[in-house]
């Protein structure tokens, strides 16, 4: 595992774990989103690279409502992560 890898060599099929809330101004819900994901150590898969060059993640729960919330996150130089290897 490699931490803090530059975000520019993930490649759409790796796997990474988000450690740390980004240090930055952010939405209140995306916030949440963050949280979510390092409370459940969730691994998530880079499912494409967007128009800009970002890779991106999407990542789907059950709310609290029962219903489903989904949601994409690109992956930047704020974010505190690593690459998982899954075998």
């Known amino acids: 595992m490699i931490i803090n890898q530059s975000w520019r060599d ?5 796997h ?3 450690l740390q809330l980004p240090q930055i101004q ?3 819900n995306t916030k949440q989103l963050y949280k979510r994901l ?4 969730a691994i998530l898969i880079i499912s494409e690279i967007d128009r800009w060059g970002y890779p991106v993640i999407y990542y789907s729960f059950q709310n609290e409502q029962g219903g489903e919330e989904a949601h ?7 974010d505190i992560w690593e690459k998982v290897n899954i075998t």
Do not use: F, K, P
């Not at 993930?10 to 790796?14: E, I, K, P, S, T």
């Not at 390092?38 to 150590?41: G, N, Q, S």
């Open 38 to 41: 390092i409370a459940e150590r």
């Open 72 to 78: 994409s996150l690109a992956i930047d130089e704020y």
């Open 16 to 18: 990474i774990c988000i």
């Open 10 to 14: 993930l490649r759409v099929g790796d």
């Open 26 to 28: 952010m939405l209140e």
